[in-house]
């Protein structure tokens, strides 16, 4: 993680995530699938919720379907119940994380359980292979206790949640994108060093305070409920925190580069099997 060793990644491009809704009314921030950000190859989506406003988010995710990618929900705040129509269920607490590999296909629903307090969290959706888009749906349910956290600097401490950090790798697994997906920690003017995967689409999300990204000379200030999508060329990320305590996702994924075919919530590589993946779940197939 020496900075001298490798080359730092430069910020290519910034957007701010846009206020929507889903489910049954759910108010969120869309981050990733917006107009200005429709995808970064392997993103679909990338929303984060927080509110501690119960009747932003207490009508939750009723039933759903999805089909040919894979969703990723970390809980920073509050608990969501999830279920589906093969008979798991479980709970997400604050500080876990559910990668769902949909596959094939799914129903299931995500009901925030309290009526007071507050929620908050992402949902990022992430694109399968093709050869994978008719697999088996899987869950990797991780508890809080499970995701390792590194001390890695003074004022800087990491949630491993996928990918390494120096010489600590999170939990989450087999995963086709081999994904890197940190949490990342910093004091106010704190600094650390991310190593990324060479040739991965990689983006931050900075969810409280700011952060320059960068090497210094090129670094740029990136505010809360900011994303700075970054340029492939480079092993590793500079982050800066400014004058006040900061909290970003990084998060990076191997592109696919196949053609994308989407319609709400089915995700595959061409028209008809849209068509086929409605025609399944109108018969009763998921």
């Known amino acids: 993680m020496n900075a001298t060793a490798t080359t730092s990644r430069r910020v290519a491009r910034t957007f701010r995530g846009q206020p929507t809704s889903d489910g049954a009314g759910v108010k969120l921030t869309r ?30 995710f009723p039933n759903h379907p999805h089909r040919g990618f894979e969703t990723v929900t970390y809980m920073l705040a509050g608990r969501m119940r999830h279920g589906d129509n093969q008979g798991n269920s479980g709970l997400l607490t604050s500080g876990s994380v559910q990668w769902m590999t949909a ?34 749906p899987r869950y990797q349910d991780i508890a809080p206790e499970r995701i390792p956290v590194v001390d890695a600097a003074d004022g800087v401490r990491v949630r491993v949640i996928a990918g390494r950090y120096g010489e600590t790798t999170g939990p989450v697994s087999g995963i086709a994108i081999d994904p890197l997906y940190l949490d990342v920690e910093l004091a106010p003017g704190a600094r650390m060093a991310a190593t990324i995967p060479s040739g991965h689409s990689a983006f931050a999300y900075v969810y409280e305070g700011a952060a320059d990204l960068g090497p210094a000379e090129t670094a740029q200030r990136i505010a809360r409920g900011e994303i700075a999508v970054l340029d492939r060329i480079g ?51 998921f």
């Not at 190859?41 to 009508?59: H, K, M």
């Not at 009901?111 to 992430?126: D, S, Y």
């Open 103 to 136: 596959g094939r296909g799914i129903v299931h629903s995500e009901m925030p359980e309290q009526e007071n307090g507050l929620m908050a969290g992402f949902q990022l959706w992430v694109n399968l292979p093709a050869k994978d888009k008719m697999s088996a």
């Open 31 to 60: 981050v990733i699938g917006q107009r200005d950000l429709d995808m970064l190859d392997p993103f679909l989506l990338l929303d984060e919720f927080r509110s501690d406003q119960a009747g932003d988010y207490l009508a939750g």
């Open 235 to 285: 092993e590793e990320l500079l982050v800066t925190a400014g004058d006040a305590p900061t909290r970003l996702i990084l998060v990076a994924g191997r592109p696919l580069n196949e053609p994308v075919a989407r319609y709400g919530p089915f995700v595959m590589n061409t028209p008809e099997q849209i068509v086929e993946a409605i025609r399944d779940y109108q018969s009763g197939k």
